[in-house]
C-alpha cells in the first residue's frame, strides 16, 4: 500500500467512467468531450507517476491537438448524431461476440499481470525532468527523434493531398 | 497492491473499453476515438513501467507514440472526410465497395 495508491483509485474511477462514456455516448460531439476528460486524468495521472513532462505534452498535443482536429471534423461533416440503432439485422451476434471477445482480452491482460508477478525494486524517483528528457531526445534517440520529423511531415502533405479539391 | 500495478490494472480496462469501442460502434469517428483510447491505454502501461524501474526510456517511448498518434490522426481524418465526400456517411457498414 502506498501514499499514491488512494489518489490513483479515485483517478482511475473517473478514467474508467469517462472510457464507458465514450463507448456509451450516442452524440458523437458528447463522445470526443468523454475522451478530453479521459485525457486530462490521464494527464493527472502521469504527474502522480513522476512524469511531468509527458503530463504536459498529453495536455497540449492529445487533450488540446489532437481532440480540437476530431471536434472540428465532427462539426464540419455535422456527423454528431449517431443512429440509434446502428446494427443492421444481418450481423446482430456481432455485439455479444464482441462483448464476449472483450472480455477474453480482459481476462488474458489481467492474467499477464496477477499470475506472473515481476520482483519489486526499491522505488527511487528517477530525474525525469524536461532537462533529462531533453538530454536524452537528442542523445541516444537522436536518430528516432529525426524520423519523427519526417513522419510528420509526411503525414502533414498527405492529409492536404486527399482533402484537396479537385 | 502497489501504485504501478493499479495503473496496469487501469490500462489493461482501458484498453479493453477501446477494444469493445472498435467492434461495436459503427461510426467511423467513434472507431478512430476508440483507437485512441488504446494509444493511450498504452501510454499509461508505459509511464506505469518506468516508473517502478526508475527509468526514463519508457517516457521517451511514449513521446514518440503520441508523435505518432498525432500524424495518424491527422492523415486519418482527411480520410474520413473525403469518405464522407464521396458516400456521405460515416457509418462504416456503408463502405462496401469492395465486397463480392
Given amino acids: ?166 | 497492491m502497489d501504485s504501478t500495478t493499479f495503473v496496469a490494472l487501469l490500462s489493461s480496462v482501458l484498453f479493453t473499453i477501446g477494444v469493445l469501442g472498435v467492434l461495436l460502434r459503427r461510426s467511423a469517428l467513434l472507431i478512430f476515438m476508440s483507437v485512441e483510447l488504446m494509444l493511450n491505454a498504452a501510454n499509461l502501461a508505459f509511464v506505469a513501467f518506468a516508473h517502478r524501474w526508475v527509468q526514463l526510456d519508457g517516457q521517451i517511448f511514449v513521446f514518440f507514440v503520441m508523435a505518432v498518434a498525432a500524424a495518424e490522426v491527422a492523415v486519418g481524418l482527411a480520410l474520413i472526410v473525403t469518405i464522407f465526400r464521396t458516400k456521405r456517411s460515416t457509418n462504416v457498414d456503408d463502405l462496401a465497395a469492395l465486397k463480392g
Avoid: C, H, K, W
Fill in chain 1, 1 to 166: 500500500m502506498t501514499p499514491d495508491l488512494p489518489i490513483l483509485i479515485v483517478l482511475g474511477a473517473v478514467s474508467i467512467a469517462s472510457a464507458l462514456g465514450l463507448l456509451l455516448s450516442r452524440n458523437a460531439i458528447y463522445a470526443a468531450l468523454f475522451l478530453v476528460l479521459n485525457f486530462g486524468v490521464g494527464a493527472v495521472i502521469y504527474l502522480v507517476l513522476n512524469a511531468p513532462f509527458i503530463a504536459v505534452v498529453q495536455v497540449s498535443v492529445y487533450a488540446g491537438a489532437i481532440m480540437v482536429l476530431f471536434l472540428f471534423v465532427i462539426m464540419l461533416l455535422g456527423a454528431e448524431r449517431l443512429s440509434p440503432g446502428e446494427n443492421p439485422p444481418g450481423i446482430s451476434f456481432q455485439r455479444p461476440l464482441a462483448i464476449a471477445l472483450g472480455g477474453v482480452l480482459l481476462g488474458l491482460a489481467l492474467y499477464a499481470l496477477f499470475v506472473r508477478q515481476p520482483p519489486t525494486t526499491a522505488t527511487a524517483l528517477a530525474d525525469s525532468s524536461p532537462t533529462a528528457i531533453g538530454l536524452s531526445l537528442f542523445g541516444p534517440y537522436l536518430f528516432p527523434f529525426e524520423v519523427v520529423s519526417i513522419l510528420l511531415l509526411v503525414a502533414m502533405v498527405g492529409a492536404v493531398v486527399l482533402t484537396r479539391n479537385r
